[in-house]
């Protein structure tokens, strides 16, 4: 199946009032998706609540529809249906979304269902740089399937059960876990994963897993151990609020020298990302199930204790400050009196977008594929700035001209709609002035 071009959507941004009021988050795309791609691994219905009205979700589905899942959503309650007991799948017909990245973790519950799946050759998400599939590759080889490489696809097939194997990665992939205990959940025996990814959405990944009857020990470390059984039942699932939607709006009231509330039922995972806010001199409180930011005066950086270096934001796999946090602190960096370094220790194509801040005036200088070093404080102008395929980077243009008088243009901020449903209605319920414009 071939989805559509995405459309080409703008944001025109009046910017200058500060944002005050309180939001309740969305779910966490990626923890919704490979939720999504799990139930197929059960032929019993599942009931989630709390479902995003996103792009992705949007996609997912329509493949569920098309291989003949049973499907029923009512986005605005956030009650999703899905019951796979009369699913069925053609390798030689039917195609995932190449543009999005989580199809590959469609593979597993394929090959436990049908003994077959492709991948499309360029399957892919934001671009971030190079993201290899390799990973993915050599965990269903290792659980027994075999793969080859045809002139538009990767195919996967497997003969028999998933058999249980010892995994340990080069590095703490979220996907690659997710795919990992997928296919342990229904292999023969013991599988273990050393170097496994442990954000919050691969841990609320797990507890779905364990919900639909999955036996999982170690979720939230590194070493996960699953037990494979012989079938997976239903349940019913709420999700969590979205740890990134939290930090965004927070950072929004921030910059723009206002007051925000969010819903936050997990204050728990959110000390380093506290402490990097006060960086920038933003204190993050938590209180009865509600986080608040406040600044007294001008953002300002914090200097460090020792003496001639820059203050620093390292992003990398969790418990690192999350990498899809940091251009959200990057705009905070460009607003605040000092000079900071941020370091992306993940992906090497994903800074190259900071030459569009010196649309604003901003200064920032580009070290390496990795590392930007902003010198804040200087006077900013509404301007008109072209965003990558970048969730949050879309976002943190956005914040950058919610904080500047004047009128300015963010060009392709569709991104944002593939995981943040109601995001512009939402800054406006908080005094912003925003609005999209689809272009052709």
């Known amino acids: 199946m071939q989805s559509p071009t995405p459309a080409r959507s703008d944001l025109i941004v009046h910017g200058g009032a500060p944002l005050a009021g309180r939001i309740t988050p969305s779910a966490n795309k990626n923890a919704v998706l490979p939720i999504l791609c799990a139930t197929l691994l059960t032929r019993h219905p599942v009931r989630l609540r709390g479902v995003p009205e996103i792009t992705d979700v949007k996609k997912i589905l329509q493949i569920f529809r098309m291989l003949g899942s049973e499907v029923h959503v009512d986005f605005a309650s956030g009650v999703l249906d899905l019951h796979h007991r009369h699913t069925a799948f053609d390798e030689r017909t039917h195609r995932l979304p190449q543009e999005m990245r989580s199809s590959v973790m469609l593979v597993p519950p394929l090959l436990a269902r049908f003994g077959a799946a492709r991948i499309e050759s360029d399957v892919k998400g934001c671009t971030l740089g190079v993201r290899e599939i390799d990973p993915h590759i050599d965990v269903f080889e290792r659980f027994g399937a075999r793969v080859q490489r045809s002139a538009d696809a990767v195919l996967v097939h497997i003969d028999k059960p998933f058999e249980a194997t010892q995994q340990w990665l080069d590095y703490a992939s979220v996907t690659t876990t997710e795919n990992f205990v997928m296919c342990a959940a229904l292999a023969r025996g013991r599988s273990t994963l050393m170097n496994a990814a442990s954000e919050p959405h691969v841990q609320e990944f797990c507890a779905f897993m364990s919900r639909l009857g999955a036996r999982i020990e170690g979720c939230g470390t ?8 012989d079938e997976l039942g239903g349940c019913e699932f709420t999700f969590g609020e979205d740890f990134h939607e939290i930090v ?47 600044t007294e005066g001008r953002l300002r950086v914090r200097e460090p204790f020792t003496q001639n270096m820059l203050q620093k934001v390292e992003a990398a796999p969790w418990p690192y400050l999350p990498v899809d946090l940091l251009p959200i602190f990057i705009a905070l960096g460009v607003r605040s009196q000092g000079s900071a370094m941020f370091w992306n220790k993940v992906y090497d194509g994903a800074m190259g977008w900071t030459a569009e801040l010196s ?6 200088f580009l070290s390496d594929p990795h590392r930007v070093i902003t010198f804040g404080g200087k006077p900013l102008v509404a301007a008109e700035v072209e965003s990558p395929y970048i969730i949050r980077v879309a976002i943190a243009l ?30 406006c319920a908080l005094g912003a002035n925003i609005e999209w414009v689809d272009r052709p």
């Open 248 to 294: 965004t709006f927070l950072a929004l009231g921030a910059i723009t020298g206002g007051r925000v509330e969010v819903r936050n039922g997990a204050p728990e995972q959110f000390p380093l990302i506290d402490r990097t806010f006060a960086k920038f001199g933003v204190l993050v409180t938590h209180h009865a199930g509600w986080s608040r930011a406040a």
């Open 398 to 427: 956005l914040m950058l001209a919610a904080s500047i008088d004047g009128r300015s243009v963010i060009r392709n901020a569709a991104p944002i709609r593939r995981a943040h449903p109601r995001f512009v209605e939402n800054l």
């Open 359 to 364: 649309k604003f005036g901003a200064h920032a």
């Open 222 to 229: 590194s070493r996960l151990t699953v037990d494979g059984v």
